[in-house]
């Protein structure tokens, strides 16, 4: 298997644009999880699917982020309209129900807004 | 405040020498994840464990659930064991959040030659 996919793998935009990062889980994962790293706060979860359901999304900073899962083999998680502040590395990350807590990573999409 | 608590912070270490990484966390748990990022950036999944002990060649992790403390082993270090730790538990009395997972800041870990 190829392991989570992510693309892009760096993002730079300006101020105000829209950015969409995108996410391949593992086939055959139903559990889909959007992570953020910043020097100042470490790593965060921002959202989780299961079963492509969002099901826990209160660590989604405010109304400019939203993610979806139409199918079970594509996430995004979109930022509109983009700040410096949103500068960070995203992570998606993914895992099935009988390793429900043993988590798969992507690379990551190191995105700069400046 | 953190539920989640790593020590040390950074970690000077010489090749061959062991290594202990602390974790302690303050809410109850079902099980718990090292993970080790390279300086690259990529995150891997050491271990989960929930309870005694877990061994992959040089590492060993261990954990104490009554005592909500966890402790990662490195034995005889080495330079490409330098990367950031992290210990992660998910806290699964936060309603439902069966998987997701809390972070602590790391412990960025340099083996010299």
């Known amino acids: 298997d190829a392991g989570v996919i992510q693309s892009p793998r760096h993002e730079v935009t300006e101020m105000g644009q829209e950015v969409t990062l995108r996410c391949k889980p593992i086939?055959?994962?139903?559990?889909l999880f959007w992570y953020r790293q910043t020097m100042m706060r470490g790593l965060e979860l921002l959202i989780y699917?299961?079963?492509?359901?969002?099901?826990?999304d209160s660590g989604m900073p405010e109304d400019r982020f939203s993610a979806k899962m139409p199918n079970a083999s594509f996430s995004t998680l979109k930022i509109q309209p983009s700040e410096p502040r949103d500068s960070a590395v995203y992570f998606c990350a993914s895992s099935s129900w009988g390793q429900a807590y043993e988590q798969y990573f992507g690379p990551g999409t190191r995105l700069t807004v400046t | 405040k953190n539920e989640v608590e790593q020590s040390p912070q950074n970690l000077t270490a010489q090749e061959g020498e062991f290594i202990t990484i602390n974790c302690s966390y303050s809410?109850?748990?079902?099980?718990l994840h090292w993970l080790q990022q390279h300086p690259g950036g990529g995150i891997v999944s050491l271990f989960m464990l929930s309870s005694g002990k877990k061994k992959h060649g040089r590492l060993i992790a261990t954990i104490n659930i009554q005592e909500k403390h966890s402790s990662l082993h490195i034995t005889a270090s080495h330079p490409r064991d330098s990367a950031v730790y992290i210990c992660?538990?998910?806290?699964?009395?936060?309603?439902?959040?069966?998987?997701?997972?809390?972070f602590g800041r790391g412990t960025q870990l340099t083996v010299w030659p």
């Open positions: 086939s055959g994962h139903d559990y």
């Open positions: 992660a538990v998910p806290l699964a009395d936060r309603g439902s959040t069966l998987g997701r997972l809390y």
């Open positions: 809410v109850g748990i079902s099980a």
């Open positions: 699917f299961n079963n492509n359901v969002p099901i826990d």
